[in-house]
């Protein structure tokens, strides 16, 4: 014969599990969409710094800037995700240009 209180514990323990392995998971979860966040901004900042150095290549070759990121990815081989990024340039007669990376999304990217 079982008593009443051996079952209590049981159900005590198993709740207690249910709890730790839920808070585990949304850690988990938390922690890898941070490190999915971060490779973004990562990929981003890599993407303008491409553009500038192709914008900067594109002066030192041709004594102008770039007009806009369609003459680089003609002409200086860059390369990305249309999907994934709207890349806007700015310019303003021939001083170097402001460039812009931006995910797609409306989101900015965090300035550093």
Same mark, same amino acid.
């Given at each position: 014969m079982r008593r009443k209180g051996s079952r209590h514990v049981q159900l005590r323990g198993l709740v207690i599990t249910a709890l730790a392995f839920a808070v585990t998971t949304l850690v988990l979860v938390f922690a890898l969409s941070q490190v *999915?966040?971060?490779s973004e901004q990562q990929q981003a900042q890599a993407l303008e710094s491409a553009i500038m150095r192709a914008t900067l290549?594109?002066?030192a070759v041709e004594g102008r800037y770039p007009t806009s990121v369609q003459y680089l990815r003609e002409n200086y081989g860059i390369v990305y995700n249309e999907d994934k990024y709207i890349v806007v340039i700015d310019s303003?007669?021939?001083m170097l240009p *402001?460039?812009?990376?931006l995910p797609m999304g409306g989101g900015l990217l965090d300035e550093e």
């Open positions: *999915d966040e971060s290549t594109c002066y303003f007669g021939n *402001d460039i812009r990376v």
